[in-house]
């Protein structure tokens, strides 16, 4: 008998207490493990089109519901081990610089530690997408925070997250 597929726990939280600082084969599911904490999300583009790519006829993807910087946490229910993450971002409309921060905790999300900083640049109509994938041998992981400043000029751009992946 098929499980039914699990719904993607999420909590909205205001930006100014944002802490600081499609399924694959092997890859962790999100739903099953964790809750997502995101600052903020466009009500037709909501964070839960990143993790449930298998439900989707057309490319979806997040956006967040105000301009400016955002956060992106995973609680897990329990520690994981993380040994790579992958993510696509799309950015159709905007010319902007996105930096994006990855860091881990492995203390319920007292203290991070930044795994990864990158930054990307759009060009629309040209260069519109980017997909990472890093290797993050990663142990005891309670939380993971993506720190997403969607232009380092600073316009008043919206952060956007077209999927994450972890394995």
């Given at each position: 008998?098929?499980?039914?597929?699990?719904?993607?726990?999420?909590?909205?939280?205001?930006?100014?207490?944002?802490?600081?600082?499609?399924?694959?084969?092997?890859?962790?599911?999100?739903?099953?493990?964790?809750?997502?904490?995101?600052?903020?999300?466009?009500?037709?583009?909501?964070?839960?089109?990143?993790?449930?790519?298998?439900?989707?006829?057309?490319?979806?993807?997040?956006?967040?519901?105000?301009?400016?910087?955002?956060?992106?946490?995973?609680?897990?229910?329990?520690?994981?081990?993380?040994?790579?993450?992958?993510?696509?971002?799309?950015?159709?409309?905007?010319?902007?610089?996105?930096?994006?921060?990855?860091s881990i905790s492995s203390d319920g999300g007292r203290n991070y530690?930044?795994?990864?900083?990158?930054?990307y640049n759009f060009s629309p109509p040209?260069?519109?997408?980017?997909?990472?994938?890093?290797?993050?041998?990663?142990?005891?992981?309670?939380?993971?925070?993506?720190?997403?400043?969607?232009?380092?000029?600073?316009?008043?751009?919206?952060?956007?997250?077209?999927?994450?992946?972890?394995?």
């Open positions: 008998m098929e499980e039914p597929p699990h719904t993607l726990r999420k909590r909205i939280i205001n930006t100014a207490r944002a802490p600081a600082g499609s399924p694959d084969l092997g890859s962790i599911d999100i739903t099953a493990v964790a809750t997502v904490i995101v600052t903020s999300e466009d009500p037709v583009h909501p964070i839960d089109h990143v993790f449930n790519k298998h439900n989707q006829t057309e490319p979806c993807r997040w956006i967040a519901a105000n301009p400016g910087e955002q956060c992106v946490i995973l609680e897990f229910d329990k520690p994981q081990t993380i040994h790579q993450i992958a993510l696509e971002i799309e950015e159709r409309d905007v010319q902007r610089s996105q930096e994006l921060t990855i530690q930044e795994l990864i900083r990158q930054e040209g260069t519109t997408w980017e997909r990472e994938t890093w290797s993050v041998p990663a142990t005891r992981v309670s939380h993971l925070c993506l720190q997403i400043k969607p232009d380092k000029s600073g316009k008043p751009c919206r952060a956007t997250l077209t999927s994450l992946l972890l394995r």
